[in-house]
């Protein structure tokens, strides 16, 4: 089993729908969660980062963690032709109360969002 | 301009020929890492390192080798390249390795073919 899972999709919506994408992971030693947003024949870019269980909100981007339950979302709202891209989520694993470095990557979920 | 810098952009190899791949980034960073990126599998990482001497292997390191002896420059090394080795490789850097409060810059990548 993998330490992170995320469907690949692909995944296709209108303009304006509102997009729900999602990793679980299984390892609890995770403790920061990312979002990256990688454009065809680019490389990844930092979207989001959050610590903790709950909601962080970034414009249309809200990022969701539950701990308990080992799953993270990422919510586009008025979700955009230019937000047509693949988006991964990455954890990284702490030793005590700091990261380590390594980052775990999910396996990128397509998105296109048709106009 | 801020960036990190891989060379070569496209290579194609045979089996068992060494290659470098060079990674470069301008903005002295401490914190570097080499990716590997494959369809269903989302990015994997190589190697890593947090500062210069200091290097830790990531998910995949077997048939690579990296060195970090001065601060800017990252290279990945394959001493026998294999057709497993076939990918999409990224260099990425960030200010330090606490990679959830710095954002990691990745370079353009590199497409490698081992024949």
């Known amino acids: 089993q993998k330490e992170v899972e995320q469907d690949p999709g692909p995944l296709s919506v209108p303009e304006g729908a509102i997009v729900s994408l999602n990793c679980t992971y299984s390892?609890?030693?995770?403790?920061?969660f990312m979002w990256y947003r990688q454009y065809s024949r680019k490389g990844p870019e930092l979207l989001m980062y959050t610590y903790s269980s709950g909601n962080k909100e970034d414009g249309r981007f809200t990022a969701q963690v539950d701990k308990s339950s080992k799953y993270i979302s990422l919510f586009i709202r008025d979700s955009q032709p230019s937000d047509s891209a693949t988006y991964l989520c990455a954890m990284s694993i702490t030793s005590g109360s700091s990261n380590t470095g390594k980052l775990i990557f999910g396996q990128g979920t397509t998105l296109q969002v048709k106009p | 301009e801020a960036q990190v810098t891989q060379n070569p952009r496209y290579l194609i190899t045979v089996t068992g020929k060494k290659l470098t791949v060079t990674c470069s980034q301008n903005m002295n960073h401490e914190y570097m890492s080499w990716y590997r990126q494959d369809p269903g599998l989302g990015l994997r990482q190589i190697y890593y390192s947090m500062n210069v001497e200091v290097t830790d292997k990531g998910d995949v390191p077997e048939g690579y080798k990296v060195s970090r002896k001065e601060k800017r420059n990252f290279p990945l090394i394959l001493e026998s390249p294999s057709p497993n080795q076939t990918s999409l490789y990224f260099c990425?850097?960030?200010?330090?390795?606490?990679?959830?409060?710095?954002?990691?810059?990745f370079g353009a990548g590199t497409r490698l073919s081992v024949l």
């Open positions: 390892n609890s030693a995770f403790q920061y």
């Open positions: 990425a850097s960030s200010l330090s390795w606490q990679l959830a409060k710095n954002i990691q810059y």
